[in-house]
């Protein structure tokens, strides 16, 4: 079996729960042979490693390095779960400070060592400042930076089919825009069970209200669960939007994308996006005014958070984005 390409791909915070899981599944999807894995912590990320080269995966050329230099030279694709994890009681936003100054270290090593990477996604919460930091720090474009958005709409996706009895894959149109967290904006009017409009199907506008908390509780949830934040969903829908972007079946799930039009600006935002080979693409969303009110109250709260960071020295104001990359 052929791989999709040879190029490089790097996943930063391979030693973890959600870049070992991104190792495996980059492996056995056959993205590439070329995987570097990059971590700070050496035992865990040769703990890795060997359980890697234990698979036994055929053709592969797994590296790892603590050495910045050595993981981003040469890279062409990248994916960064290297922040702090959630931890139960906590929301994504008490991460801000510490995985923002991660991620503006982040963007700086691409910009030294890779600054022809053709795509970088981001995981690390908060996602949308975390990606955004990375963003202005690295110089890239925006449609090559991406930052993962998509398990809230699984998670929806996931709720309906169960509440319906129908299987998940035939749930569609179930998407969540805005910031990735608990200001989300719970998209319905586009959904389809089984190809009926939900507005057709029988549920209650209280049990509507339930399926939407318990779709922004979904990362909560795991972790009173399982005892530690989720690692598979995140590490498989990142992989497959970095096979998207190496040629492979295009992704289409809503993705954390760079938004300068309209009444939205200068944020990262999960919007409809498609990644292809040429990078993120996005449209406007489309929604019932209530819907439209949501994403509108989700962008002043990722506002808020970007002024934050900008305040703290993270990022510099937004006039003086285009003295750092020039692409914004």
């Not at 009926?196 to 795991?222: C, D, F, Y």
């Not at 939205?264 to 929604?287: E, L, Q, R, S």
Request: proline fraction near 5%; include cysteine; glycine fraction near 10%.
């Amino acid at each position: 079996m052929k791989f999709l390409t040879d190029e490089k791909l790097v996943i930063v915070g391979a030693a973890g729960m959600i870049g070992s899981n991104m190792v495996q599944t980059a492996a056995m999807l056959r993205l590439t042979p070329n995987i570097c894995l990059y971590d700070i912590y050496e035992p865990g990320l040769q703990g890795v490693l060997a359980e890697m080269d234990h698979c036994a995966f055929p053709g592969m050329n797994l590296t790892a390095t603590i050495d910045p230099e050595v993981a981003f030279t040469g890279a062409k694709y990248i994916i960064s779960s290297g922040g702090a994890p959630r931890k139960e009681g906590m929301t994504r936003e008490d991460l801000l400070k510490g995985n923002c100054q991660i991620a503006a270290e982040f963007g700086d090593n691409i910009k030294k060592y890779c600054p022809d990477v053709k795509h970088v996604v981001v995981i690390f919460n908060p996602a949308d400042v975390t990606a955004l930091t990375a963003l202005i720090h690295s110089g890239l474009e925006p449609s090559q930076l991406t930052s993962l958005a998509a398990l809230d709409s699984t998670r929806l996706q996931e709720a309906l089919a169960h509440e319906f009895g129908v299987q998940q894959c035939t749930v569609t149109g179930a998407h969540t825009y805005g910031g990735h967290g608990e200001a989300m904006a719970v998209f319905a009017s586009q959904v389809k069970i089984d190809g009926t409009p939900l507005a057709k199907m029988e549920l209650s506008p209280e049990r509507w209200e339930e399926i939407k908390h318990n779709t922004v509780q979904g990362g909560s949830n795991i972790i009173k669960l399982r005892g530690r934040s989720s690692f598979q969903s995140p590490a498989y829908q990142a992989v497959k939007m970095i096979e998207a972007a190496m040629g492979g079946e295009k992704f289409t799930w809503p993705a954390g994308t760079y938004v300068n039009e309209g009444k939205y600006k200068n944020v990262m935002m999960a919007m409809p996006t498609v990644i292809d080979a040429t990078g993120c693409h996005y449209t406007a969303p489309n929604g019932t005014p209530e819907e439209m009110a949501a994403l509108d109250a989700s962008y002043e709260h990722l506002v808020k958070m970007r002024d934050e960071i900008i305040g703290l020295g993270i990022v510099p104001a937004v006039k003086d984005w285009r003295k750092v990359n020039a692409n914004l």
